[in-house]
């Protein structure tokens, strides 16, 4: 079992990534309160640097790391968002990066990370681009893993802390999305820690469910990927996360992908948002809560909108 981290490791990464990182609003939603019947708040994640929330993770990283290493280059492997992110920040900074990403990235991804000065290289799959990023690793260059590694997961739990101690007024329940299980795992310790009565749900879509197969088998195991939701895709979550989950998360609820692209218009055209599919989920999944849970709350953390008006168009006719 990995060891579980706690509220001072988050305070610390906040102290890390101060003044680096958007503090994002996190607002009561009067469209989403209306088309779900309830008081919904968001935390709109989807307005950070880069589009997202893996900065977060990425900076608390890279402040950590010795100037050999930093001269020695980044690695990472990623379904979008975390390969902007750490071609954005290693720009930023001076440091070279390499960004291994399959070809169902989203475009706007890959052109973005370019864009940022990072070396991408594309593979046919998931699994193909965490094969690439290890023999990328063994010549030398530091990996920053989305969801393995006990700093970045701090970084990300940045985002419950904010929650937690900003939502404008009470909540019972929040989602988050699942890929690895970075987001999830740092959100859980925060809110468990400063709200512990409030419940933490995760969200997975049909085709890329790596944390609820680890849940049912009893540890992470490779799963096969099917969902269009490329950001979401992990090939496995790692110990770390599975163990957070395991002892911190209510429960994993799985939608189908025409749930979260319709979701995702949903976020646009009630939540005035501009959220990815990899957010959208979170709608279908909060009617599902709010469901199972008389006089529930909900809180959705909107990770990320890195997706064009077009992709969105084409997923959802």
Known sequence: MADLFGLADIEV?????????????????PGLSALLGAPVTAKLELLQRSGS????????????????ERDAGLVAVSGGNHGIAVADVAGSV???????????????SVQIAREAGAEVRLTPDMAGAFALTAELQATGATLVHPFDDPVVLA???????????????????????????????GVAVAVRALLPDVRVWGVETAGAEAMSTALRVGGPAPVELSSIV???????????????????VHEV???SDDEAVRGAVELAEHGKVWGEP?????VPAARRVLAQVDGARP???VCGGNTTVAEVARLAS
Do not use: N, W
């Not at 929330?53 to 050999?68: C, E, N, S």
């Not at 990899?278 to 979170?282: E, K, Q, T």
């Open 13 to 29: 990464a906040a102290e890390r990534i101060a003044g680096q990182v958007v503090r994002t609003p996190t607002v009561r939603s």
């Open 230 to 248: 490329s950001t979401l895709s992990a090939p496995s979550v790692s110990q770390l996360t599975y163990d957070h989950v395991r002892e911190l």
């Open 53 to 68: 929330f893996k900065p977060r993770g990425v900076l608390a990283k890279i402040a950590t790391l010795t100037p050999g």
């Open 94 to 108: 001076g440091i070279a990066a390499t960004v291994v990403m399959p070809e169902s990235a989203p475009s706007r």
């Open 278 to 282: 990899a957010a959208g989920c979170l």
């Open 253 to 255: 609820l799985v939608v």
């Open 299 to 301: 809180a959705l953390i």
């Open 155 to 185: 970084g990300q739990a940045t985002v419950g802390l904010e929650l937690a101690r900003g939502a404008p007024e009470p909540i019972t329940d929040v989602l988050v999305s699942i890929g690895g299980g970075a987001l999830i795992s």
